[in-house]
């Protein structure tokens, strides 16, 4: 758990500071919908990675976590041949998490030896926690009455809420400490808390939407401050350093979730199933998608294929390869 310590300072929640710091440096970002930017008017100019640097190469995805990317690493880069400055990742550190985030970490570590890596560790409001139980009253809308019915907060409490020694912070960051010592040992990277320090819940519901989980444009603002000055804690310093290495072991990767555009060999419906969202959809038994590996080395075949919770959207499917190995 972690303790919650005094609040934001109303100055620095509205700040936009100064990037000619960040702007010297080269910025690489993997994670999910908060570093993508999701529910923002005007991602490219209000997310956290577009604040930090305009040029940045911001490869989060959606509703991703950590498991795409540190297989597809090299895919996701396929474009970027100089070195990096800065890395950040934006991922869970719940255990299921875990494997596949080191793993990307030590690609990335492999394939940019001299980059500083930060982990992002996000403290989400659903699980601040205080002595009495409940959660901050400023916290109200769909995203208060969403909490209240899971049974994480309960509003008919009198406690006084104004005392930041008597909240905590728990569930996934009861793992961050392991975590964080993980990718240190791995990877020399440190972990940045959006949560700790000098934060309370009422000034913390200033950074979220009313979902809970999406940072507002306040929120990315406190982010891409609580980065600049972790970079300037650990006296970084730009030396475009043109040490990139050649990858481990690369991969063959395709995506056409955002895109709706693939080179696989096919003879399924591409099927735009929500705005800017798409998916290969069989309609038939002899549905196929053809995949080559040209590397000369056995790869790994990997499937990503979409799936609903707690209803069942999609019917079973059997997928066999021409080695006939079956996977459901």
């Given amino acids: 758990t972690g303790q919650l310590r005094g609040s934001i300072p109303s100055s620095k929640l509205g700040s936009k500071r100064s990037n000619e710091y960040t702007n010297e440096l080269r910025f690489l970002f993997f994670g999910t919908s908060r570093t993508w930017g999701a529910k923002l008017n005007d991602r490219l100019n209000s997310a956290f990675p577009h604040l930090l640097s305009p040029t940045c190469a911001n490869l989060a995805i959606p509703g991703g976590s950590s498991a795409y990317p540190s297989q597809c690493t090299s895919s996701m880069l396929r474009d970027e041949e100089e070195a990096f400055d800065v890395i950040v990742l934006e991922f869970s550190a719940l255990p299921a998490s875990f494997r596949s985030t080191v793993l990307l ?12 890596m930060l982990f992002l560790d996000i403290w989400l409001p659903p699980f601040f926690k205080h002595g009495s ?21 309960d509003s008919t409490s009198p406690e006084d809420l104004t005392h ?5 912070h728990t569930a996934s960051h009861s793992y961050s400490e392991d975590f964080a010592r ?15 320090g000098d934060i309370t819940p009422d000034a913390y519901d200033l950074l979220f939407l009313d ?22 804690k650990q006296n970084f310093r730009t030396h475009h350093d043109a040490t990139v290495k050649r990858w481990g072991q690369e991969d063959a990767c395709e995506n056409w979730f955002r895109t709706g555009h693939t080179n696989l060999e096919h003879n399924m419906a591409m099927n735009e199933f929500k705005p ?10 002899d549905a196929y998608i053809k995949v080559n590996n040209d590397h000369g080395d056995m790869l790994e075949l990997t499937l990503e294929y979409m799936t609903t919770s707690p209803d069942c959207l ?14 459901r």
């Fill in 182 to 196: 993980a990718l240190k040992k791995n990877v020399g990277a440190v972990m940045v808390q959006a949560g700790a």
């Fill in 211 to 232: 979902d809970l989980g999406h940072f507002s444009e306040i929120g990315h603002r406190f982010v891409a401050d609580l980065i600049r000055d972790t970079l300037q």
């Fill in 133 to 153: 139980g409940i959660i901050s009253p400023g916290w109200g809308g769909p995203g208060y009455q969403q909490a209240e019915g899971l049974g994480i907060i």
């Fill in 314 to 327: 999609y019917p079973e499917v059997e997928i066999t390869t021409d080695t006939y190995l079956s996977v």
């Fill in 276 to 285: 800017g969202k798409y998916a290969l959809e069989a309609r038939s038994d």
């Fill in 164 to 168: 930041p020694d008597d909240w905590t």
């Fill in 105 to 116: 970490a030590r690609r990335l570590r492999h394939r940019y030896p001299k980059a500083i």
